[in-house]
């Protein structure tokens, strides 16, 4: 079955320290992959994507993500993390409809919680 | 631009009670999706609509309807709710057909059924 798993419930960093979050998933076929981003009360917010090609992806904040499909694995880092980047993050892979379309289930991983010391 | 917007930010109503959510885009969208997501826990898929017709329902109780009136809305009526329906909805859309697209969520609106 298609899953995704997160196996860290909660980190903690220094402001200023390198960060990786770690995402593993289960998918037989090609894998469409995104993270994405919550602070408290909010809606999710879509740090980057990887569907084909280059297996390092570039996403907003400074953040990017390495698929790499011998781990089934699809970290997200960021060399310097900031108090602001304190929130919930969540790995997803996307579920594509029977007729290979895009609009499909997203399957999320159960989030990472980040929290920065100052 | 990528905003959805949903309102209301925060909802209560009482289990009899008779309520909808909305959800708006104007990004030429043609998917938009609604899911729930309880405290703690990731967002869970209710319901897709694909060039405003229900494409995806996750065995969802009767008591939320989706309706997609036209290419920009998607409402959720809710009624006679249980207070187990208490969570965060979020409305998200894409754009449709075959290719690869990515969802852009909405801020939510945080239902309480008391």
């Known amino acids: 079955a298609q899953s995704v798993t997160q196996p860290d419930i909660h980190i903690t960093v220094s402001e200023g320290a390198s960060l990786e979050l770690r995402c593993n998933y289960s998918?037989?076929?090609?894998?469409?992959l995104f993270w994405y981003v919550q602070s408290p009360g909010q809606g999710l917010q879509l740090l980057l994507k990887?569907?084909?090609?280059?297996?390092l992806v570039q996403g907003i904040k400074g953040f990017e993500a390495e698929f790499k499909r011998s781990q089934s694995s699809f970290n997200l880092r960021k060399p310097s993390v900031h108090w602001s980047d304190a929130a919930e993050y969540f790995c997803?892979?996307?579920?594509?409809?029977?007729?290979?379309?895009?609009?499909?289930?997203?399957?999320f991983g159960k989030g990472t919680k980040l929290s920065v010391k100052p | 631009d990528t905003e959805v917007t949903q309102t209301p930010k925060h909802l209560v109503m009482g289990m009899t009670n008779k309520k909808s959510l909305k959800c708006e885009q104007h990004?030429?969208?043609?998917?938009m999706y609604w899911y729930k997501q309880k405290a703690k826990k990731p967002p869970e898929l209710m319901f897709v609509?694909?060039?405003?017709?229900?494409?995806i329902n996750e065995s969802v109780p009767s008591r939320f309807s989706p309706e997609c009136p036209n290419s920009s809305l998607l409402n959720l009526h809710l009624h006679a709710l249980q207070p187990e329906d208490s969570a965060l909805y979020l409305c998200?859309?894409?754009?449709?057909?075959?290719?690869?697209?990515?969802?852009?969520f909405g801020p939510g609106t945080r239902l309480t059924v008391t």
């Open positions: 998200a859309s894409s754009h449709a057909g075959r290719g690869n697209y990515e969802q852009y």
């Open positions: 998918y037989g076929a090609t894998p469409y």
């Open positions: 990887y569907f084909s090609g280059d297996t």
């Open positions: 997803a892979v996307l579920l594509r409809g029977s007729y290979g379309g895009s609009q499909g289930n997203l399957i």
């Open positions: 990004m030429g969208h043609r998917a």
């Open positions: 609509y694909s060039y405003e017709k229900l494409s």
